[in-house]
């Protein structure tokens, strides 16, 4: 049984108190000009910089403060840089609040020291705001392949993504020059500690989790070159889900269905069983060339019903809401307008 795993179960163990259970979600949160790690609970965020500085002051230890802010940080990259020790730490805060959320006057002290706010008190950004590298797959699905006229690679097909990361609810803002926006549904993971020369069968220990990821594109500025870069980098165009699940929840990320939906009109419906090359593949075949840092994102391909292969094709519109959907991850909405 791996770390990750037992620490879990560790944190579980107050589940015999009738306690609250906690699901393993990190969000990145905006309250009062600030941005924070937390994890969900419902429809509550708890800080978990603040919980842990809160057991560490229960503990009676000195410089609270600073070894909350050394072992859970309040960044979501920071924290995951720690690795093993932030996640031990960051479980150990969850079980605090657990056991003070069964007692009586429990909630109002977390309340007082700011570790439980109200969702709607919060404004939910990207699970990764600000990642280390973003990198993306192409023609990472049978399926798409075929559509789109292309043989199946023999090789993964890697590419990164520049510009503003977004979060739900925030605008896909269509550039000027961009005549052909078109939308792609994505299982995304983030690295959870430093991968060099990974072998497959140990790949998906280095997965911290997986979140919902829109890799909008650029058609026509994609296809004026043989280079990607511009052509899905236009700001916006990368939209990733407020929640990032951590791998224990997730056994197995090739069993996902994934969609992709304006309103009522179901444009991608796949499973991720149609990947070429799985999480495992592409984490092990990409650390066999650059190091893979903590807080890393890797949006793995897109399935069949891109807008681009569809009769007639489909583009995205001012006044879309493009919607993408992840069992087990939940889902992604953006708006889309035109820029002035």
Same mark, same amino acid.
């Given at each position: ?112 020291? =700011? ?34 006229? !292309? ?11 520049? =510009? ?27 690295? =959870? ?17 997986? !979140? ?5 594109? !650029? ?99 001012? =006044? ?21």
């Amino acid at each position: 049984m791996n770390r990750l795993i037992r620490l879990l179960l560790v944190a579980g163990l107050v589940l015999s108190l009738n306690v609250p259970v906690f699901s393993t979600r990190l969000v990145s949160y905006h309250f009062r000009g600030e941005t924070r790690l937390g994890a969900w609970h419902e429809d509550q965020v708890v800080d978990l910089n603040r919980a842990y500085l809160l057991l560490l002051e229960r503990q009676g230890k000195t410089r609270a403060e600073a070894r909350a802010a050394a072992l859970v940080p309040p960044d979501v990259v920071e924290f995951l840089q720690g690795e093993e020790d932030s996640l031990q730490a960051g479980m150990e805060a969850l079980n605090l609040v657990k056991q003070l959320l069964a007692q009586p006057e429990g909630r109002r002290e977390l309340e007082e020291n =700011g570790v439980l706010l109200p969702a709607a008190q919060v404004r939910l950004g990207p699970a990764v705001p600000n990642p280390p590298h973003l990198l993306a797959v192409g023609r990472n699905y049978r399926l798409h392949a075929e559509e789109v006229g !292309a043989e199946v690679p023999e090789y993964p097909i890697i590419f990164t993504k520049e =510009g503003k990361l977004i979060g739900p609810g925030e605008e896909i803002v269509i550039p000027k020059g961009v005549e052909r926006p078109d939308y792609e549904a994505e299982l995304a993971f983030v690295i =959870g500690k430093r991968a060099r020369n990974v072998k497959p069968q140990d790949a998906l220990e280095y997965v911290a989790g997986y !979140a919902v990821f829109n890799d909008v594109t !650029a058609r026509d500025i994609q296809d004026r070159v043989s280079q990607w870069t511009l052509g899905k980098s236009p700001d916006t165009f990368a939209a990733m889900g407020a929640h990032l699940v951590l791998r224990d929840e997730v056994p197995d990320p090739q069993t996902l269905g994934i969609r992709a939906r304006i309103g009522d009109e179901v444009l991608q419906d796949a499973n991720t069983s149609d990947m070429i090359f799985t999480v495992a593949d592409l984490l092990a075949y990409v650390s066999q060339f650059m190091t893979l840092q903590p807080g890393t994102v890797v949006a793995t391909g897109t399935p069949s019903g891109v807008g681009e292969a569809r009769q007639p094709p489909r583009f995205l519109q001012p =006044g879309d809401t493009i919607v993408i959907e992840i069992d087990k991850l939940g889902a992604v909405a953006n708006p889309v307008v035109r820029e002035p």
